[in-house]
C-alpha cells in the first residue's frame, strides 16, 4: 500500500521542477498576459463572496495580484510565527508588505483580520475532482476545516496538472481551479 504523504512529498519536488522550467521557458508577454483578469464565473463568485483573499506571488507562483485590484480591498495570508496558525488581513494595491517568517511577502503585523468568503490559494499539484499538492506546511487545509463555507480556488500553472493527487484525510479539496490556459469547476458550489 502506498503512503499518500511520501508520494505526495515525492510528487512536490516533480511539480516544483516542471512549474520553475515552464515558468523559465515563458516569454516577457506570454508571462505579462498570464492572470490579467478574472474569468466571469470566477468574478460573479468573487462579487457574490467578498472579501477575497489572494496571495502575494512567491517564486514562480502564478502573479494575481493585478488580476484582482479591480476588487479593490482583499485580504492575504499572514504567519505571525513559524506556527500552525495562518490568518487573513485586510491589504490595498499599493500598502506595504512585510516578509513574513518562511521568507513569503504578507501584511504588516497591524493589518485587520478578515475572514474571506473566496480564497485564491497557491498551488504545487492539482486534479480536476479539486486535489491540491501544497507546499506541505498544511496552513490551508486547516483554515479550510476551520471555515468549510468559504470557496476554495486553487492558482497554479497548467503544467502543474496530474491525474490524481494523492489525498490524505486532512486534504480539503479545492471548488475550483485556475490556471493561464482554464477555469476548471471541481464541484457543485460554485
Known amino acids: 500500500m502506498t503512503d499518500p504523504a511520501r508520494s505526495k512529498a515525492h510528487l512536490r519536488e516533480r511539480l516544483r521542477f516542471r512549474r520553475r522550467h515552464f515558468v523559465a521557458s515563458l516569454d516577457g508577454m506570454a508571462r505579462l498576459a498570464a492572470f490579467r483578469t478574472l474569468p466571469s464565473p470566477l468574478a460573479e463568485a468573487a462579487a457574490a463572496h467578498a472579501p477575497v483573499a489572494g496571495y502575494a506571488p512567491w517564486g514562480d507562483e502564478p502573479d494575481i495580484l493585478a488580476m ?24 490595498h494595491s499599493g500598502d506595504a508588505l512585510t516578509k513574513g517568517p518562511w521568507g513569503a511577502m504578507q501584511p504588516a503585523p497591524d493589518a485587520e483580520p478578515v475572514v474571506p468568503g473566496l480564497i485564491l490559494c497557491p498551488l504545487v499539484g492539482f486534479d480536476r475532482r479539486g486535489g491540491r499538492i501544497g507546499q506541505g506546511g498544511g496552513h490551508y487545509d486547516r483554515w479550510f476545516a476551520a471555515h468549510p463555507d468559504t470557496l476554495r480556488v486553487g492558482i497554479g500553472w497548467s503544467v502543474q496538472e496530474v491525474d490524481t493527487v494523492p ?24
Open 68 to 91: 484582482l485590484e479591480p476588487l479593490g480591498t482583499i485580504t492575504l495570508p499572514r504567519h505571525a510565527a513559524r506556527v500552525a496558525a495562518m490568518d487573513f488581513c485586510r491589504w
Open 167 to 190: 489525498t490524505e484525510p486532512t486534504d480539503i479539496a479545492l471548488d475550483a481551479i485556475l490556471t493561464e490556459q482554464e477555469f476548471i469547476l471541481c464541484g457543485d458550489r460554485m
